[in-house]
């Protein structure tokens, strides 16, 4: 009798333990995730996630034509005015309608973009090939909106400064 006693109380035992880790588990396993109104991990959904930093360089790494500077569309005089950033080595180089230029640029989180230590060639150019006020724009420059085909760089306050369409050259 003694045996079967210890038998039964084992086997108690057990679909106790099977119980209680069964009730357990899918409490456990909602612990590490937040979850929405839907029920879904509002992470595993692109929508719902920020970009990262090297998600957002990526939307912006290419060429691009300029076709507007502190709002004013580009004139048939002004030359090609180009703009080619290189996400990964964090650089920037391209056109201003008549001289090359390059330098710095870096870009962060929620579409933070700076332009920094740009350097362009002197050549003799006609008025009116370069856009007014174009390098101080690329200075004031402090994030960017990407909506295709359209890229829309701002200052501070989010007034946009340049406006580019993708290049289709590359």
Not at 27 to 35: D, E, H, I, N, R
Not at 78 to 91: P, W
Not at 147 to 157: G, I, K, N, R, V
């Amino acid at each position: 009798m003694a045996n079967s006693l210890k038998t039964a109380t084992r086997v108690s035992s057990s679909r106790f333990v099977l119980v209680a880790i069964s009730l357990a588990v899918p409490l456990l396993a909602g612990c590490g995730a937040q979850t929405s109104e839907q029920g879904a991990d509002p992470r595993s959904n692109p929508v719902n996630r920020a970009a990262t930093a090297t998600e957002e360089a990526q939307m912006i790494h290419g060429s691009w034509r300029v076709t507007a500077v502190n709002g004013s569309p580009l004139k048939k005089s002004t030359g090609s005015v180009t703009l080619n950033i290189d996400a990964k080595k964090q650089r920037v180089s391209g056109h201003d309608g008549c001289n090359n230029f390059m330098g710095a640029i870096a870009i962060g989180e929620k579409h933070q973009l700076s332009f920094t230590d740009v350097a362009a060639t002197k050549k003799g150019c006609p008025p009116g090939t370069t856009p007014d006020g174009f390098y101080s724009a690329l200075a004031s420059i402090a994030r960017f909106q990407y909506q295709t085909p359209e890229l829309e760089l701002m200052d501070a306050e989010g007034s946009v400064i340049l406006t580019a369409k993708r290049d289709a050259k590359g």
